[in-house]
C-alpha cells in the first residue's frame, strides 16, 4: 500500500512563503488526481490544488490561484505545493492525497481520493 508522508509546514509570517512536500513510499503515487488539501479547524476540507498525472493539468482553488503551484518530479513519487504570499486564512493543515479520476476528472470532494498523508501544519501570522 502506498503511503503518503508530507513535510515543509511551519509558522511563517504574512507574504511569506513555504514549500510543501510530498513523498510516497518508494513507489510512485498511484492515481489519477494527485492532490493538495487543507482543513482548518471548525471547517470543512478543501481541495486546494490538483494534478492530473497523465498530463499534467492542473486546477486551483480561487483563493490560492496566482500564489500556490502544485508540482510533481517525473517519477511521480513526490509531489511539491510552493505557497507564496501566504495569509492568514492559508493557516490549516495540509494534506497531500491520491485518488482517481471520473469521466476523466478529478473530484474536489475528500471522499474520492483513497491515500492520505498525515498532514502538515501550516500557521501564517499577521
Known amino acids: 500500500e502506498v503511503q503518503l508522508v508530507e513535510s515543509g509546514g511551519g509558522s511563517v509570517q504574512v507574504g511569506g512563503s513555504l514549500r510543501l512536500s510530498c513523498a510516497s513510499s518508494?513507489?510512485?503515487?498511484?492515481?489519477?488526481?494527485i492532490a493538495w488539501f487543507r482543513q482548518a479547524p471548525g471547517k470543512e476540507r478543501e481541495r486546494v490544488a490538483v494534478?492530473?498525472?497523465?498530463?499534467?493539468?492542473?486546477y486551483y482553488a480561487d483563493s490560492v490561484k496566482g500564489r500556490f503551484t502544485i508540482s510533481q518530479n517525473n517519477a511521480k513519487n513526490t509531489l511539491w505545493l510552493q505557497m507564496n504570499s501566504l495569509k492568514p486564512e492559508d493557516t490549516a493543515m495540509y494534506y497531500c492525497?491520491?485518488?482517481?479520476?471520473?469521466?476523466?476528472?478529478?473530484?474536489?470532494?475528500?471522499?474520492?481520493?483513497?491515500?492520505w498523508g498525515q498532514g502538515t501544519q501550516v500557521t501564517v501570522s499577521s
Open positions: 494534478i492530473y498525472s497523465d498530463g499534467g493539468r492542473t
Open positions: 518508494g513507489y510512485s503515487i498511484s492515481g489519477d488526481c
Open positions: 492525497a491520491a485518488g482517481v479520476s471520473l469521466y476523466y476528472t478529478c473530484s474536489d470532494l475528500p471522499n474520492r481520493y483513497n491515500f
